[in-house]
């Protein structure tokens, strides 16, 4: 079977436009990128302004300049290392994260964080495409070409367009997807430097540094925050991008490149924002409807064209991310279509998220923040079982095995199973619904603070998302101590 899996691997070239390759393990011969070629995908995924955006989300738990520039450049490194861990498994298996994950979870147990992963990859570039559209039309209104009276057929235009490009980038597949993050990085990166150029007056220092410290509970919301909307939301997709590594190539260069790439922009994309909304409560206000187009209401005119395209390709940029490895899981949880077919499906269904949100929904802050939390808990319980296993490990994965389930990995790993069960119960009990109004459908969390005695809802510890940490934690020390000997005799060490 290892034979036949190999020969029906990926044989897309380097010069062909799509990408058939589906969930099959990577022909040796096609596993030729290098390292350095992670930090592309990886830096234009998150050079998005968006990054500045989401220092408003950071102050929101009363922060002051230099926490929240700690929990940032902290929160952003270790959540995006994380990442890099994970893709480690990309080098050893050549194969998609949630077929990976077969090696812990089983071959059929794995269904279960592969729903959770679909969801959160869907949410995410879902998510992103919203936000292109309403930088759009915000602009727009800035350039006086869009007002009440065209406002629908503008939106309708630009949802169109929008998800247009990122269907059809997703569609293509691996390599097309890599030639274009590499020409978007330098394109992104250059008007994002005019940006912070142009705006850099706004910033008051003295109305900075005189934000009010939070306590520890505070600090500690901000932090899991920002590593959920960051690493923690990219960490169920890092071997996507890592799977046409060579098995030869180290781990730590790796780890390296991901973490790099990926971190490198959105801490001083994050820094600056706290510098530039800490001095400006008008942008603070305006981020709750519309965290990019409210970046540019600050611009002088001449610049808002050359701001909206930079601002949609980099939002586009990580929206094909998204939705070319929501594509590959939802054929990792037994569905029969073609790689392109499947990414094809999900960008309907980004498509029709995106349209409710600009039509119906009356805020995007609360169900955002929601989403981040409520998907963050079992995508935090699998990553911590995920690093578990692949720091467990000294060999990579047994090709055959992992499409087979009566093979090493066997169809179900019950331990695994049951430890994401028992993290997402006590994770789910340990956040809460901060936007009970806008998202009322999120209120039963928060559960165990009560008998905790950690004041209940309405207490202090409610805000600091504990969950999250906690389901990351359990995942990761039943994974790595529980699991020790069943790896070791996979491997036929014991």
Not at 28 to 34: D, S
Not at 103 to 116: D, E, N, S, T, Y
Not at 474 to 481: L, Q, T, W
Request: charged letters at 10%; aromatic letters at 12%; a neutral charge.
């Amino acid at each position: 079977m290892t034979q036949n899996l190999r020969d029906t691997a990926v044989s897309t070239s380097r010069a062909k436009l799509v990408e058939n390759a589906g969930i099959e393990i990577v022909a040796e011969a096609e596993r030729t990128a290098k390292p350095r070629d992670l930090f592309w995908p990886w830096f234009a995924a998150n050079v998005s302004v968006f990054g500045i955006s989401y220092a408003a989300f950071i102050y929101g738990f009363g922060v002051s300049f230099w926490q929240a520039t700690l929990v940032g450049a902290v929160g952003i490194t270790i959540s995006f290392l994380l990442c890099g861990v994970v893709a480690i498994a990309g080098k050893r298996g050549s194969a998609p994260t949630m077929i990976l994950s077969r090696a812990a979870f089983g071959v059929k147990g794995q269904k279960l964080p592969g729903v959770f992963s679909w969801l959160i990859s869907m949410g995410w570039e879902t998510v992103l495409a919203i936000l292109a559209v309403l930088a759009t039309f915000t602009v727009l209104q800035q350039l006086g070409a869009a007002d009440a009276g065209n406002e629908v057929v503008v939106k309708i235009v630009a949802c169109g367009i929008i998800a247009a490009l990122i269907v059809l980038a997703s569609i293509a597949g691996y390599h097309t997807i890599m030639r274009l993050q590499s020409v978007i990085t330098w394109i992104t990166a250059a008007v994002t430097v005019l940006y912070i150029a142009l705006s850099f007056n706004q910033i008051d220092l003295a109305a900075v540094f005189a934000k009010e410290g939070a306590g520890v509970t505070g600090v500690i919301g901000a932090f899991v925050m920002v590593m959920t909307g960051f690493g923690l939301g990219w960490i169920n997709v890092a071997s996507d991008w890592s799977r046409y590594q060579p098995r030869h190539v180290s781990g730590g260069k790796i780890v390296f490149w991901n973490t790099f790439g990926a971190a490198l922009s959105p801490i001083l994309l994050v820094i600056f924002g706290l510098l530039l909304i800490g001095s400006n409560p008008d942008l603070e206000a305006g981020i709750s409807s519309d965290p990019v187009g409210t970046l540019a209401t600050i611009l002088p005119a001449w610049v808002l064209v050359p701001f909206l395209i930079t601002a949609v390709l980099g939002l586009v940029s990580g929206a094909v991310l998204g939705i070319y490895s929501s594509g590959l899981t939802l054929l990792s949880l037994g569905v029969k279509l073609p790689r392109p077919a499947a990414a094809g499906i999900d960008g309907v269904i980004l498509t029709l998220g995106t349209v409710f949100v600009v039509f119906f929904a009356d805020n995007f802050l609360g169900p955002f923040q929601s989403f981040l939390i409520t998907l963050g808990v079992p995508i935090a319980a699998w990553a911590g079982i995920m690093i578990g296993d692949i720091v467990l490990r000294k060999k990579d994965y047994d090709e055959e095995a992992l499409f087979d389930p009566a093979g090493r990995y066997g169809a179900f790993d019950w331990l695994s199973i049951g430890t994401m069960v028992a993290a997402c119960v006590v994770g789910w009990g340990l956040v809460v619904n901060g936007f009970a109004e806008d998202a009322a459908w999120n209120n039963w969390q928060g559960y165990l603070l009560e008998p905790l005695g950690l004041g209940g809802k309405e207490g202090e510890w409610a805000w600091a998302n504990l969950g999250v940490l906690f389901a990351l934690v359990i995942g990761f020390v039943v994974s790595y101590f529980g699991r020790a000997k069943k790896v070791a005799r996979q491997e036929g060490r014991a």
